[in-house]
């Protein structure tokens, strides 16, 4: 089965400044995948151009099959999407916004339906502008579903909410790809990629850096353990450094850091115990996604591209 | 056709939730219309208003006023903040053409101007003895040129300007225009040499010259037609010119 997004050699430039330079990826269906980057990465200019609403200066575009360029309307009933920086008519009510988008693109599950799904039955009557942030993200939610589309674009459907509310949108979010429906998930929220994306891409000044797994991309751009402990100041742990594989040890009045590859926590562990010590407070810090986007993102060498 | 329909439908909604706008172009018009008659009455003076009765003169330019104001003062705003909110982004990702949209707004500014002239008519004739037009299907078939064409030019000014705080301003400024210039206010016999030649200029002014041949019996005024047909031909050609340009980027 061919991908639902193929995208190699994306291109796209606003006067003189390059927005995007080269990005290359395949979204797989059924998938959640994240493209996660710094402001001004070129994320959103990406699900730009695969909608149709913006056109690409190069590159090779098809989504589910059709080529966004020229087939843009056929491609937009087809796809479901959450736009940053997108509104409603301030007096335009939720039932009201449902209904229409409903007749507009037919297709999907009844407008009242949807409105029960995402908990928006009581605002059913409540004008766009007097909506809270959750409820807007949840409505737009409902909107991007109203035609039953293969393929749901969410652009930072998180930002803006308190943590509650993202929470939430998380549990929306898995629940569209439990519908069937492919996701393009961008973001800037390291916690939400690492949860929610199957696969994802790092960008940074409108270039990949690094694709795969949140697993896969930890691996391989932030291999470094680190192993923390209380331990009185004035007791020597040099021997610490002996050990295999440690490469750096810091002393804070009496926080110990030690950091290193390999079963760094049992090697760490073990020396101290053979030596009387046993912190009640000793961990391994795991690296997490951000770690390894902070890696990749923070290369003080980082390809020149803009 | 169907999302045009619908689309009309929830617009007619905004536009009738949105008072101040409604009060603008349903209700204005009327208060005018009372201060002149109270200020002139309806005696013709053979010096001013073309001789005729000042009451007849200021129904076309008002009924002319009332599709002009529907026109630049509240679509433009309307299509502006839409753009400036992301509320066209949204539509345009849910595969809405601009065109639908468009005819949309369009279809209910001509729907609120014809209820504004109708109303303006209605008062004019039963309190004021204003004449009935003479020609009414001439009245009705200029009065929806009119009415299309000032709604394409509101259409124009919505995708050409920025935000709708510009919208906002430069239409009421053109509404003042109209209003001062536009034959609605003081008589072009009154008005000094310069002024004068700038009504000529004005929309309204052959608008309400284009209503008030076939309204008075008199036929058809050639300038007046051309001049509101090359208004809504440029209108349409400029704002789906800017729309393709829109589309391209």
Redesign the interface.
């Known amino acids: 089965m061919a991908a639902v997004v193929e995208v190699s050699g994306l291109r796209k430039q606003y006067g003189r400044t390059v927005a995007v330079a080269d990005v290359s990826f395949e979204v797989e269906a059924g998938e959640i995948f994240g493209l996660l980057g710094p402001n001004g990465s070129g994320k959103t200019t990406t699900v730009e151009c695969l909608?149709g609403?913006?056109?690409a200066d190069a590159g090779r575009l098809r989504v589910l099959r059709l080529d966004p360029a020229s087939e843009a309307?056929k491609l937009?009933?087809l796809?479901g999407?959450q736009?940053q920086?997108?509104?409603?008519?301030?007096?335009?009510r939720v039932g009201?916004a449902l209904?229409?988008?409903a007749?507009?693109?037919p297709g999907g599950p009844p407008w009242r339906q949807l409105l029960q799904e995402w908990g928006l039955a009581d605002q059913r009557d409540t004008a766009f502008a007097n909506l809270s942030g959750g409820q807007r993200q949840r409505l737009f939610v409902a909107?991007a579903l109203v035609?039953n589309p293969r393929l749901v674009v969410l652009d930072e459907m998180t930002t803006g909410l308190d943590p509650a509310a993202r929470r939430v949108a998380w549990d929306l979010v898995s629940a569209v790809r439990d519908r069937g429906a492919t996701v393009v998930l961008v973001t800037h929220f390291m916690d939400e990629a690492q949860r929610l994306c199957d696969r994802l891409a790092v960008l940074s000044r409108g270039s990949v850096l690094a694709k795969g797994t949140a697993a896969e991309l930890i691996a391989a751009h932030q291999s470094e353990t680190v192993v923390r402990f209380t331990a009185p100041p004035d007791v020597d742990l040099s021997y610490l450094s002996a050990l295999a594989d440690v490469r750096h040890i810091e002393r804070d009045g009496d926080q110990t850091t030690v950091r290193g590859g390999g079963p760094l926590l049992a090697r760490v562990a073990h020396a101290l115990v053979e030596r009387g010590i046993e912190p009640a407070d000793l961990a391994a810090h795991t690296p997490t996604l951000e770690d390894a986007y902070l890696s990749l993102t923070g290369d003080p060498n980082p390809d020149g591209t803009s | 056709m169907?999302?045009l329909r619908?689309?009309t439908w929830?617009e007619l909604?905004?536009f009738v939730?949105?008072p101040l706008t409604v009060l603008f172009v349903l209700v204005l018009p009327l208060v005018m219309l009372y201060v002149l008659n109270g200020v002139f009455g309806s005696q013709p003076d053979p010096s001013v208003w073309e001789g005729l009765p000042p009451i007849d003169f200021y129904t076309s330019a008002y009924v002319a006023l009332a599709a002009a104001t529907a026109g630049v003062l509240a679509l433009p705003v309307?299509l502006a903040g839409?753009r400036e909110?992301?509320?066209l982004?949204?539509f345009?990702?849910?595969?809405?053409?601009p065109a639908t949209l468009v005819g949309a707004h369009m279809a209910v500014t001509v729907l609120i101007a014809t209820v504004g002239a109708v109303l303006l008519t209605i008062m004019s004739v039963a309190v004021y003895d204003a004449a009935l037009p003479q020609d009414w299907g001439g009245v009705i078939a200029g009065f929806l040129l009119t009415a299309v064409a000032f709604a394409a030019l509101g259409a124009l000014l919505g995708f050409l300007l920025p935000t709708a705080r510009a919208a906002q301003g430069l239409g009421v400024l053109l509404f003042f225009l109209f209003l001062m210039l536009g034959g609605a206010g003081p008589p072009t016999e009154v008005l000094p040499d310069a002024l004068a030649r700038t009504s000529e200029l004005v929309p309204v002014t052959h608008a309400a010259e284009l209503l008030r041949g076939p309204w008075t019996g008199t036929g058809w005024d050639e300038t007046a037609l051309l001049f509101i047909v090359t208004l809504l031909a440029v209108s349409v050609a400029l704002t789906a010119w800017q729309l393709r340009r829109d589309g391209?980027?």
Request: glycine share 2%; aromatic share 4%; no cysteine.
């Open positions: 909608q609403l913006r056109r309307m937009r009933r796809v999407s736009l920086d997108s509104a409603l008519p301030d007096r335009l009201e209904e229409l988008f007749t507009i693109s909107l035609s | 169907r999302a619908a689309m929830v909604k905004l939730r949105e309307h839409y909110q992301g509320v982004r949204r345009r990702a849910s595969a809405v053409r391209r980027t």
